[in-house]
């Protein structure tokens, strides 16, 4: 009796053993036998996703900082409302005790505004893309392409959870420029500043949750301290700081006297006398503006209170954890398949 040893066998020994074509024939297997079985499931549970996210049900949700009006702390309650990827309705009482007088105001939704919530739709093109490719993934033979496009599918679906679980920097204070006052409020200049201060108001997803944070913002007048340069956009603080970390050897009082500011020995007289000329300063003034002072909306603010409310949103949170669990499923066959 005979036996004869097939080629790329594991019993026919390494001079029999085609390691490249053993690689092909298990990733071939692995596509064939495990993953395109499961792509309709998965195919499924993205659409799942699509559906939350696309829902025309209106989720209404209250809002509250949990402090009544006649506190000296600031104070928040409302209502805010989601539509799919649109903040379909929006009213705010808001008091902060430095502005108005601490005078409650509302901010109520012009009924003709749109607030697009730009993490939902660039989630919601995300998982349409995903879905496209899951359905080519079906259908193609090529091994190689098949590892790309599953490569995609598994960052695409990364960048879906990332943008649930934090706001790009253009959507975040100070960055925004306001954009969710502009776009809510067709009074919005009348509603959220007076003569010394400004409130804005940031909507964004973060820890997929709708988050809402109104802050009030005190306009920074001190000369050179409140001036932007129109064609960058900075303000002298971000001159300053942007000088600082090019140069390390320099210190602070070099660079601003470089910059014509005259420095003072931090006295009292000094510091009064700091209040009314632009170009004497105190060191520990110096210091507090850089560390305080914000670019925002064409001007410099400081920040001297914030209010963050944070809403459950159950669709939401749904497809976060059913983006988590394809996540890890589509990663485990994309590190496979690459070994």
Excluded at 244 to 251: A, M
Aim: aromatic letters at 8%; a negative charge; hydrophobic letters at 35%.
């Amino acid at each position: 009796m005979t036996a004869e040893v097939y080629p790329n066998d594991y019993f026919g020994g390494p001079d029999k053993l085609d390691s490249a074509q053993n690689n092909a024939n298990e990733c071939k297997w692995l596509i064939e036998e495990i993953i395109k079985p499961e792509l309709p499931n998965i195919i499924d549970n993205v659409e799942r996703c699509l559906d939350m996210l696309q829902s025309e049900q209106v989720f209404r949700i209250p809002i509250s900082s949990g402090c009544n009006e006649t506190s000296d702390r600031p104070s928040v309650k409302g209502i805010v409302a989601r539509q799919a990827g649109q903040l379909v309705d929006f009213q705010a009482v808001v008091r902060f005790p430095e502005f108005h007088n601490g005078k409650p105001i509302l901010f109520k939704k012009s009924p003709e505004s749109h607030f697009p919530l730009q993490q939902i739709e660039t989630i919601t093109g995300h998982l349409q893309t995903v879905l496209i490719t899951l359905e080519d993934l079906q259908i193609t033979m090529e091994p190689k392409s098949f590892v790309d496009k599953i490569g995609q599918v598994l960052e695409l679906l990364i960048k879906s959870i990332n943008l649930l679980q934090n706001p790009p920097r253009d959507f975040s204070f100070p960055d925004s420029g306001n954009a969710a006052m502009k776009l809510l409020f067709d009074d919005h200049e009348a509603l959220s500043q007076t003569a010394h201060h400004e409130i804005s108001l940031e909507i964004v997803l973060f820890k997929k949750e709708l988050c809402v944070d109104f802050r009030n913002l005190i306009k920074v007048t001190k000369k050179p301290w409140c001036e932007i340069d129109p064609g960058t956009g900075k303000s002298f603080g971000d001159k300053i700081k942007d000088q600082l970390t090019t140069d390390r050897s320099k210190n602070l009082s070099s660079v601003l006297k470089e910059n014509g500011v005259q420095i003072e020995q931090a006295t009292f007289l000094n510091n009064l006398m700091s209040n009314f000329s632009a170009e004497i300063t105190t060191l520990p003034q110096a210091q507090n503006y850089l560390n305080r002072c914000v670019t925002f909306n064409d001007k410099v603010v400081i920040e001297i209170a914030k209010v963050a409310l944070t809403t459950s949103d159950p669709f939401l949170i749904s497809t976060s954890t059913k983006l988590s669990s394809l996540e890890n499923s589509v990663s485990n066959y994309f590190t496979n398949l690459e070994v």
